[in-house]
């Protein structure tokens, strides 16, 4: 029970850390800190790579954030369940 709900934990707080990697690349970009620079690209096509990557970014590091949280209440819920039944040495 207690190694679940510390698994749970440590996820949680994964999660934490992406969506803040999200929100801080996003404040970063929407301020203009990190611009976006085609200037290196050679043809339309890294031109596209490059804005795909730019606004992509954020998006991938939310959902990862979210992958974790999910997970986070899935073994929250194993450890509750476990606890609720109780374990085996104590029937």
Excluded: C
């Excluded at 596209?48 to 990862?64: D, E, G, N």
């Amino acid at each position: 029970m207690f190694k679940a709900r510390k698994q749970a934990n440590s996820r949680k707080k994964i999660a934490y850390v992406f969506y803040f990697l999200a929100a801080l690349n996003a404040i970063v970009k929407l301020t203009g800190i990190w611009p976006l620079d085609t200037s290196g690209a050679v043809n339309e096509t890294e031109v596209m790579a490059i804005k795909l990557s730019f606004y992509f970014l954020p998006i991938v590091l939310f959902a990862i954030g979210g992958t974790f949280n999910i997970l986070s209440r899935v073994k929250a819920l194993q450890a509750e369940a476990h606890n609720m039944r109780g374990s085996s040495w104590q029937r």
